[in-house]
C-alpha cells in the first residue's frame, strides 16, 4: 500500500532554514511524481482540497517544477536509495507558514501537470519570531 510520511516541520525564525522529508512505502521513486503542497493556516488540512503545490520533481529525469512564490528558496531532491523526497526551504518567511504534505501522480504526466491521487498527512511549518 502506497503510503507518505512527511517530517521536519517545525516553528523557525523568518529568513532560517527548513527541510522537510517526505518517506515513501509501496511506492519507488521510479514509477510516479512526487509534488510537495502547502495549505494555510485557518483551513482543516484535507489531502487535495485548497493547496498551493509549490515544487515537483518527474520520476524520469529527476527534474523539477518550482511554484514562483518559491522559486530560488526552495530546493527537491530525492534520495532513491532511502525512497524519500526532500524540500529545502530557505530564507523562509511568516507567508510560508502552512501545513505542508507530498503527493504522488502516475509518471506519464510532467509532474506539474500531473493530477496527484496519493497524500500524506502532512508536517506543519510555522515561520514567526
Known amino acids: 500500500q502506497l503510503q507518505f510520511v512527511e517530517s521536519g516541520g517545525g516553528l523557525v525564525q523568518p529568513g532560517g532554514p527548513l527541510t522537510l522529508s517526505c518517506a515513501a512505502s509501496?511506492?519507488?521513486?521510479?514509477?510516479?511524481?512526487v509534488g510537495w503542497f502547502r495549505q494555510a493556516p485557518g483551513k482543516e488540512w484535507e489531502a487535495g482540497k485548497d493547496y498551493e503545490e509549490v515544487s515537483c520533481i518527474n520520476s524520469n529525469d529527476g527534474s523539477a517544477w518550482y511554484a514562483d512564490s518559491v522559486k530560488g528558496r526552495f530546493t527537491i531532491s530525492r534520495d532513491k536509495g532511502k525512497n524519500t523526497v526532500y524540500l529545502q526551504m530557505n530564507s523562509l518567511q511568516p507567508e510560508d507558514t502552512a501545513v505542508y504534505s507530498c503527493?504522488?501522480?502516475?509518471?506519464?504526466?510532467?509532474?506539474?501537470?500531473?493530477?496527484?491521487?496519493?497524500w500524506g498527512q502532512g508536517t506543519e511549518v510555522t515561520v514567526s519570531s
Open positions: 509501496g511506492f519507488s521513486l521510479d514509477s510516479g511524481q
Open positions: 503527493a504522488a501522480a502516475p509518471p506519464n504526466v510532467p509532474c506539474a501537470s500531473a493530477t496527484y491521487t496519493t
